[in-house]
């Protein structure tokens, strides 16, 4: 099945850096959209920063100059460079991605293409004073 897994996250200290990866895994036909999320303790998701296929990049103000996103599409990868970080970047990060998959539709076997909104299961960022 289709599924997004992330990789890195934990204690990291104020000043630090720490470099978090996402990989779509399955019958992906193709992803429009990466980026990822956090969720702080006690608040709610707020988008951190996404990359469009077409390279068209957004990020949260509060990390601009600081994070960097990047993206393999021959992996279907996502990457999220951490640098100066800061204890209210403290939180759970999410990765997420819009993509397309092929589905069987029929009994004969006929396929469509269908959209999908997929999530990690997050990974927890905390960063000491």
């Known amino acids: 099945q289709v599924q997004l897994v992330e990789s890195g996250g934990g204690l990291v200290q104020y000043g630090g850096s720490m470099r978090l990866s996402c990989t779509a895994s399955?019958?992906?036909?193709?992803?429009?959209?990466m980026g990822w999320y956090r969720q702080p303790p006690g608040k709610e998701r707020e988008l951190v920063a996404e990359v469009t296929n077409g390279g068209n990049i957004d990020y949260l103000d509060a990390v601009k100059g600081r994070f960097t996103i990047s993206r393999d599409n021959a992996r279907n990868t996502a990457y999220l460079q951490m640098n100066r970080l800061k204890p209210e970047d403290t939180a759970a990060y999410y990765c997420h991605a819009r993509v397309q998959t092929r589905v069987v539709v029929n009994v004969e076997g006929a396929t469509a293409v269908r959209n999908q909104e997929l999530w990690g299961r997050g990974t927890l960022v905390t960063v000491s004073s």
């Open positions: 399955g019958n992906i036909f193709s992803i429009n959209t």
